[in-house]
């Protein structure tokens, strides 16, 4: 690289017709930064670079070469910007002969880590201006203290000039893309959402269906069957044998019920729910079952659709692997992600999916749709077992936590 001190005499027009070049072919910003580091460096020998941009009302997104650092890793909110001052249009340059011991750089709440961190003594910064509006800034350092001068911010103020309308063009091209992209998402899950209510409707249709023909083919049979033994001419049935007719009537009749209400979970809780259910669904099979909240029952703070879609799910995937997998132990956990969201996974030792025909599959498609109507990822992991995972993808749908 060149010292900063060379004049600018000396880069000519050529420069920046070369810059003009490089950026002629590219569409992305970091490439098109990268593209012309070179030329940068040719007119202000730097240790690092970045172009910060304004990217929506009180925060900036910034591009860096040279070293990488947390500028670039996430957005920072102007007020705590080295760089506010340009920003806000307070001033129209700003250089130091060491930004470490300077406090317009590193003020309090200010994000300048990175010039401590890497030691960008030298700065130099610019605006960076598109028909008289700030848009972003040109920021220029180095290792080196007191290695600018005035004559380093016109050469920086040339390149700002230059490099602005380029970049502004990129960002807002880049901008688009992410609001098209957006629309894009949201019709799909509207349009998920639509068939998923589609596909529930007639689930609960096939549901109602199943119940009715339960209550007729048994509960209904069996108390006709009592009634009609208690008005036949023949003797009386013994009060023992018919207490303990009734009492399978009964049984029957909570288990239809239980199937579907599920008043465990509004009795007692989710986790507990889910513990029954894991209970009932392996019955005397040598299955050893476990429920693990690591999240103080939060579960129990979702909005009741969301609460009883959830369980609903968990039942399908217990059932699912209770029946199919062969498998000698189940667990079911809820936790958070490394984001914070959400997450139930029920997880076995069986012999997994892609292994099993259609039994175990089942039921998967409607765990899918209870999943999109409340907004949640379904996976499905296969790794010594079998591990079906859930997760609400926002904390909107939470109460109380």
Not at 119 to 139: A, C, F, H, Q, W
């Amino acid at each position: 690289m060149s010292t900063a001190s060379a004049p600018l005499a000396l880069a000519g027009d050529d420069v920046f017709v070369r810059i003009s070049s490089h950026l002629a072919g590219e569409t992305e910003i970091p490439s098109a930064l990268g593209a012309v580091a070179d030329e940068i460096a040719s007119l202000i020998a730097f240790t690092h670079a970045d172009i910060c941009l304004t990217d929506s009302p009180g925060w900036t997104v910034s591009y860096e070469v040279g070293i990488t650092t947390s500028w670039s890793r996430k957005r920072t909110r102007v007020q705590n910007s080295p760089v506010r001052d340009l920003l806000t249009a307070r001033c129209e340059s700003m250089l130091t002969a060491d930004a470490t011991q300077d406090p317009r750089y590193t003020f309090t709440g200010a994000r300048c880590e990175p010039i401590f961190r890497h030691e960008l003594r030298s700065r130099v910064n610019v605006p960076m201006k598109v028909m008289g509006r700030v848009i972003g800034t040109l920021n220029i350092s180095h290792n080196a203290r007191g290695l600018y001068d005035e004559a380093t911010v016109t050469r920086a103020r040339h390149l700002a000039d230059m490099l602005a309308p380029y970049f502004h063009a990129l960002h807002a091209s880049e901008k688009a893309q992410q609001v098209a992209r957006a629309r894009a998402e949201a019709q799909a899950r509207e349009e998920g959402l639509r068939q998923g209510a589609l596909d529930l409707t007639q689930e609960l249709e096939r549901e109602r269906q199943r119940i009715g023909m339960d209550l007729h083919d048994q509960t209904l049979a069996d108390l006709t069957r009592l009634l009609r033994d208690l008005t036949a001419d023949a003797a009386t049935p013994d009060r023992l044998v018919l207490a303990e007719r009734l009492g399978h009537c009964i049984d029957d009749l909570r288990r239809i019920i239980d199937t579907a209400v599920p008043t465990l979970l509004e009795l007692f809780g989710f986790a507990h729910a889910v513990r029954v259910h894991l209970e009932r669904a392996t019955g005397h099979a040598p299955v050893v079952v476990d429920v693990v909240d690591r999240t103080d029952n939060t579960p129990d703070r979702l909005d009741t659709t969301t609460r009883t879609a959830l369980f609903r799910i968990t039942q399908e995937a217990i059932n699912n692997t209770a029946r199919h997998s062969g498998a000698t132990r189940i667990a079911v956990v809820i936790d958070r992600d490394p984001t914070g969201r959400l997450r139930l996974t029920v997880q076995d030792n069986g012999c997994g999916f892609s292994a099993t025909t259609g039994g175990r599959q089942s039921g998967l498609s409607h765990m899918r749709t209870r999943a999109r109507l409340i907004d949640a990822d379904l996976e499905i992991l296969e790794k010594v077992g079998t591990s079906v995972v859930v997760t609400l993808r926002t904390t909107g749908k939470e109460g109380r936590i």
